[in-house]
C-alpha cells in the first residue's frame, strides 16, 4: 500500500501546477515545479504561486492561464497543424496577447480557454475552456478545445469538453455551442460526442463555421 501523502492540510496538494510526489521507503516528498525551492517547506498554507483547478477530470486538471505559460502557447499557437483552420499561425508576441486576452476575460466573464494540464505527467497538452463567445449581437457560451499536437487522438478534447459542458450547465447556462469549419471534421467528431448538434452557419473572424449547439 502507498504512503499516505504527507501534510494533508497543503495547499500543494490542490495546486493545477501540478505537484510530484517524490517516496522513499521512509516518507514521501513534495516537489512543486514552480519554485526554485523544489522542495518547499511543509505545510504551505499560503504561496503566491498556488494555481486552484476549476475542473478535473479523470486524466486533467484545466486552470487559468499564466502570463509564464508563453512558452507552451506560443509553441501551441506556433504550429502550423495546429493552427490549420485559424486565420494565421501566431508568433511569441500575439502568443502573449492571447494570453492577456484570456486574462481579460476571466476578470470580465469568470471564464475562458483554461490550461488543460495532465495530471500523471504534470505537462499542459492544450486549452480547452467556456468562452463567452458573441454572435449577431449574443453573447453565447462557447466550447473551445486546442490540444497540442503530440497529443492528439488520446480522448483529451473530448474528456475536458464533456466536463466544460457540465460545469456551464450547472452554473446556469440554457444550452452551449460550439463554431467549428466546416473541413474540420476532427472538430466536428469532439462536438459529436458531447452531444452537440450542426444549426446554421454564420461568419467570425472572417472565416465560414457552423454553429454546433446542445440545448441543456
Known amino acids: ?27 514521501v516528498f513534495i516537489r512543486c515545479p ?3 525551492d523544489k522542495y518547499p517547506r511543509q505545510p504551505v498554507l499560503a504561496c503566491e504561486l498556488y494555481r486552484p483547478t ?20 506560443a509553441a501551441l499557437l506556433g504550429d502550423a497543424e495546429v493552427m490549420r483552420w485559424y486565420p494565421k499561425v501566431y508568433s511569441r508576441d500575439e502568443a502573449r496577447g492571447w494570453i492577456e486576452r ?10 475562458a ?11 499542459p497538452i492544450g486549452q480547452i475552456g467556456l468562452l463567452a463567445q458573441t454572435l449577431d449581437g449574443v453573447v453565447e457560451p462557447e466550447i473551445g478545445y486546442l490540444v497540442h499536437r ?7 478534447a473530448a474528456e475536458a469538453g464533456a466536463a466544460t459542458r457540465d460545469w456551464a450547465f450547472a452554473r446556469g447556462h440554457k ?5 467549428i469549419r466546416p473541413e474540420n471534421e476532427a472538430s ?15 461568419t467570425h473572424g472572417g472565416l465560414d463555421h457552423v454553429v454546433w449547439r446542445l440545448d441543456r
Open 113 to 123: 480557454l483554461w490550461l488543460a494540464i495532465d495530471k500523471e505527467r504534470g505537462e
Open 54 to 73: 476549476v475542473i478535473e477530470t479523470e486524466r486533467l486538471k484545466l486552470r487559468e492561464l499564466r502570463l509564464d505559460d508563453l512558452d507552451f502557447i
Open 1 to 27: 500500500m502507498p504512503a499516505p501523502l504527507p501534510f494533508p492540510e497543503s495547499l500543494c496538494h490542490r495546486c493545477a501546477a501540478p505537484p510530484k510526489y517524490v517516496r522513499t521507503a521512509a516518507s
Open 102 to 111: 484570456m486574462l481579460a476575460r476571466y476578470a470580465r466573464d469568470g471564464h
Open 188 to 202: 466536428q467528431a469532439v462536438a459529436r460526442k458531447l452531444g452537440l448538434l450542426p444549426t446554421r452557419h454564420v
Open 34 to 36: 514552480l519554485l526554485p
Open 175 to 179: 444550452h452551449v455551442i460550439s463554431l
Open 150 to 156: 503530440p497529443f492528439w487522438r488520446r480522448g483529451y
